[in-house]
């Protein structure tokens, strides 16, 4: 089993960064895909990365490619979502997720475990 803490969330202004990183305690780290989500008041929680078990494959939401990044250190359990350019419409929560399973996962559906979330507020 996996539990897993999101920290990292904020208030900012449009056009700025934040940095999300996600701690895993537990066995098999290495061995979960890791994916971001996040839901916005009155919306679905939504896909925004993934990460594959070695960080070599990464897939992103179109409404973020090219603006956030996700990668992984392994030796450390840990996951970041590097978000640039941010933008109102980004302010939701944000969630971090593990799957025990191959491949590019984007369903929420396939996770097995997830975090509290953190808040992500992007002023206009």
């Known amino acids: 089993q996996v539990q897993l803490v999101e920290s990292g969330g904020g208030l900012v202004q449009a056009g700025g960064s934040l940095r999300l990183s996600c701690a895993a305690s537990g066995r098999g780290f290495s061995r979960y895909v890791m994916g971001w989500f996040r839901q916005a008041p009155g919306k679905e929680r939504g896909f925004v990365a993934v990460?594959?078990?070695?960080?070599?494959?990464?897939y992103y939401a179109d409404s973020v490619k090219g603006r956030f990044t996700i990668s992984r250190d392994n030796a450390k359990n840990t996951v970041l979502l590097q978000m640039n350019s941010l933008k109102p419409e980004d302010t939701a929560v944000y969630y971090c997720?593990?799957?025990?399973?191959?491949?590019?996962?984007?369903?929420?559906?396939?996770?097995?475990?997830w975090g509290q979330g953190t808040q992500v507020t992007v002023s206009s």
């Open positions: 990460i594959s078990w070695s960080g070599g494959r990464t």
């Open positions: 997720a593990a799957a025990s399973a191959l491949g590019i996962i984007t369903s929420a559906d396939r996770y097995d475990y």
